[in-house]
């Protein structure tokens, strides 16, 4: 039951960093010294999985293009001498086996998922949504592989949220099976306080049975005018398990202006040779 493949839906618009992502992928925006989108990936990769699959739009051909080799500038870098720029970039084209399909029209997370059918449709699956990056010991995809590897079923990251924040995510109902593992029974798409079954919310990171797709093809439009991942999980939960587990380690948010700008301050804290650039910008400020 090993998941050997990823699904990354990066077909959104960005329209919270516009003017910026008008002709730049938002996961192509840096994170300290990297992509966005490179976090994701070499989560994935350090989970087991050896097939990447994209799920991409009109607007991200800058992502393609960070993945494949760029023969030009890898001569140049060459020619002048700098061997550690070269290698590295050739590093990149050779991180992963990656493979792109065009979601054409932005009807959603579900719809996303839903366009990786054809390839991931007789196994289980990993699902990364880049817009949270997560730091920590163990790659928290790799946390919900091996639940599933113990437990079988499909498996969510949960994180617990503040009664403010409960609104902005898919938020589940279940009964605690072990410490930080919940088996779920229900879960709400961006509920009204009122309304939210408890304060665990999922997290960009999944672990999904092929038969999610059944409901996925099924699935009417739900909160916002989309087809929701939230609410075909939830009926997949009426016929096989599905866990949820409380993460270890840290996370950004990397999908508001304000969450990324956040994001590079703190990662950079935690860099050696950047700490002191930003503890003197704070001082001189």
């Given at each position: 039951m090993t998941v050997k493949k990823c699904l990354f839906p990066v077909a959104g618009l960005g329209t919270r960093?516009?003017?910026?992502?008008?002709?730049?992928?938002?996961?192509?925006?840096?994170?300290?010294?990297?992509?966005?989108i490179s976090y994701g990936v070499e989560e994935a990769l350090a989970s087991g999985c050896d097939d990447i699959v994209m799920i991409t739009g009109?607007?991200?051909?800058?992502?393609?293009?960070?993945?494949?080799?760029?023969?030009?500038?890898?001569?140049?870098?060459?020619?002048?001498?700098?061997?550690?720029?070269?290698?590295?970039?050739?590093?990149i084209s050779e991180m992963a086996e990656i493979m792109y399909i065009r979601q054409r029209e932005p009807l959603g997370?579900?719809?996303?998922?839903?366009?990786?059918?054809?390839?991931?449709?007789?196994?289980?699956?990993?699902?990364?949504?880049?817009?949270?990056?997560?730091?920590?010991?163990?790659?928290?995809?790799?946390?919900?592989?091996?639940?599933?590897?113990?437990?079988?079923?499909?498996v969510v990251?949960?994180?617990h949220v503040e009664d403010k924040d409960v609104s902005r995510y898919g938020i589940v109902a279940g009964e605690e099976f072990e410490p930080g593992i919940f088996r779920v029974n229900d879960m709400v798409e961006k509920p009204r306080l009122s309304d939210a079954p408890s304060r665990y919310a999922i997290m960009g990171r999944y672990v999904?049975?092929?038969?999610?797709?059944?409901?996925?093809?099924?699935?009417?439009?739900?909160?916002?005018?989309?087809?929701?991942?939230?609410?075909?999980?939830r009926e997949l939960a009426k016929t096989e398990p599905v866990w949820g587990v409380v993460y270890h380690g840290r996370r950004f948010d990397c999908?508001?202006?304000?969450?990324?700008?956040?994001?590079?301050?703190?990662?950079?804290?935690?860099?050696?040779?950047l700490r002191e650039v930003v503890m003197n910008i704070i001082k001189n400020n």
């Open positions: 960093f516009l003017p910026v992502t008008k002709e730049i992928a938002k996961e192509m925006l840096p994170l300290v010294n990297r992509p966005i009109r607007t991200k051909r800058s992502i393609e293009n960070y993945f494949d080799r760029s023969f030009e500038l890898e001569d140049i870098l060459k020619r002048r001498g700098k061997l550690e720029l070269y290698y590295k970039m050739i590093r997370l579900g719809h996303a998922v839903l366009c990786g059918e054809p390839v991931c449709k007789d196994e289980y699956f990993g699902v990364i949504l880049p817009d949270d990056v997560f730091v920590g010991e163990e790659p928290v995809l790799s946390q919900l592989v091996k639940v599933h590897e113990r437990l079988g079923g499909s990251a949960l994180e999904l049975s092929p038969e999610i797709f059944t409901f996925l093809h099924t699935q009417q439009a739900g909160a916002g005018g989309e087809i929701q991942l939230t609410d075909a999980i999908g508001t202006q304000k969450g990324w700008l956040s994001a590079n301050i703190q990662l950079a804290l935690d860099d050696d040779e």
